[in-house]
């Protein structure tokens, strides 16, 4: 038994382990975000990353470019055909394949879960459905029951730090000389939202994905990031 002098932890009643992610589609109303098919997806996926015409999207990756689409396929039927790290394929209803996320780290007696591994090409950064993606993704985590919803990423990649932010994700600090890759020193920025975040965070991302939120043209009238600010 603990001592009134030795402080714990919050009780958490009736804990059960969530399970692990399926394999159904994610349908948005901009995207869908499905369980990586090499026949069904890599080609346009792979069209779609060669418009990164100096191959800054994988800068921060420990992969690619790919010069082949046959290298593209080899490397998908070698890394992404897996369950941890579970790949999906980001589907814009008007494009097609044109980014990709997984699941990973994916641990539910702790009940904590990841995404990485994104890559979004320039057909969808900058979109609703980059946006709706990351939401889809947070959104099955919850609902299936995990407690912590985790962003890791190369602590010198600015854009990526960005995006956690203004999805809603608290930056918890930095693990120093974390890991080696192409070669060079990786320091992992840790980001993260916890399941009691989560309701503040679902109503700001259905408030900014509301078609009502943008003009014709596409500008916005309230940013995501000061929806997000305005939650816990």
């Known amino acids: 038994m603990p001592?009134?002098?030795?402080?714990?932890?919050?009780?958490?009643?009736?804990?059960?382990?969530?399970p692990r992610p399926g394999p159904d589609p994610m349908v948005g109303r901009y995207c869908t975000v499905e369980p990586l098919d090499v026949d069904r997806h890599a080609a346009g996926l792979f069209a779609a990353n060669r418009r990164d015409v100096d191959g800054?999207?994988?800068?921060?990756?420990?992969?690619?470019?790919?010069?082949?689409l046959d290298a593209y396929v080899d490397w998908m039927r070698d890394t992404c055909l897996g369950d941890d790290p579970m790949f999906h394929a980001v589907v814009d209803h008007a494009q097609g394949p044109v980014g990709v996320a997984s699941y990973l780290r994916v641990n539910p007696p702790s009940g904590s879960i990841e995404v990485g591994h994104i890559n979004f090409s320039p057909l969808l950064q900058r979109t609703r459905a980059a946006t709706e993606a990351m939401y889809l993704m947070m959104r099955?985590?919850?609902?299936?029951?995990?407690?912590?919803?985790?962003?890791?990423?190369?602590?010198?990649?600015?854009?990526?730090?960005?995006?956690?932010?203004?999805l809603g994700l608290t930056y918890e600090g930095t693990f120093r000389q974390a890991t080696v890759y192409r070669g060079r020193n990786r320091d992992t920025a840790w980001f993260a939202i916890v399941d009691g975040e989560w309701p503040a965070r679902q109503a700001?991302?259905?408030?900014?994905?509301?078609?009502?939120?943008?003009e014709h043209d596409g500008t916005q009238h309230t940013s995501l990031s000061s929806l997000t600010d305005l939650t816990p």
């Not at 800054?56 to 082949?68: D, K, M, V």
């Not at 029951?145 to 602590?155: I, L, N, P, S, T």
């Not at 700001?204 to 943008?214: G, I, K, Q, S, Y």
């Open 204 to 214: 700001a991302f259905e408030a900014w994905l509301d078609p009502d939120n943008f």
């Open 3 to 18: 001592s009134a002098e030795r402080p714990v932890g919050f009780p958490v009643p009736d804990w059960t382990l969530p």
């Open 140 to 166: 099955r985590a919850f609902e299936l029951g995990y407690r912590r919803y985790e962003w890791k990423c190369d602590a010198l990649n600015a854009p990526s730090r960005r995006a956690a932010v203004r």
């Open 56 to 68: 800054r999207n994988w800068t921060y990756l420990p992969y690619g470019p790919f010069g082949e």
